[in-house]
């Protein structure tokens, strides 16, 4: 169960957003955190975000020139390749075990301050999903946002 506290403590707000993906990639979901921020109210605090999965990442990233993000996802898959012969874990598939050490290299959490009721991204930065598998799916954040 989910709960939105956007009750008598202006600026504080706990929200469960969920992003579907078509599969590897950074998707952007900038648009989606700063609605959050701006229902919960505040003009300054911290927006922390949390992604609820092992296999996808959370990033902030170049949002002006998409090769840009099309040479980070290639650098880490050259990094990480899929059928590594060292992988035991490869029930769910080719892409899975890569999928988690992407996601621990990367981040699963981010903290952006919030200026103005505003997120305090700089102009060419964005919020991003990284999908780290093939087949994508419905990947679920947890945006908390505090005074």
Not at 4 to 29: A, C, Q, W
Not at 38 to 46: K, S, V
Not at 55 to 69: F, I
Request: glycine residues 10%.
């Amino acid at each position: 169960m989910w709960y939105l506290f956007d009750g008598p403590i202006e600026g504080y707000m706990v929200k469960r957003i969920s992003i579907r993906t078509s599969g590897l990639g950074l998707h952007e979901i900038t648009g989606d955190v700063q609605s959050v921020v701006r229902e919960a109210g505040g003009r300054e605090g911290l927006c922390t975000i949390l992604i609820q999965h092992t296999s996808a990442s959370l990033t902030v990233q170049e949002n002006a020139d998409p090769s840009a993000r099309r040479d980070l996802e290639r650098w880490l898959d050259r990094l990480v390749p899929e059928d590594d012969p060292d992988f035991t874990h490869t029930l769910e598939g080719a892409d899975d075990m890569p999928a988690h050490i992407k996601a621990a290299l990367t981040a699963t959490t981010l903290s952006i301050p919030v200026a103005d009721g505003r997120l305090a991204l700089g102009t060419w930065q964005g919020i991003y999903v990284w999908e780290h598998r093939r087949r994508g799916g419905t990947r679920n954040c947890v945006i908390h946002v505090g005074n």
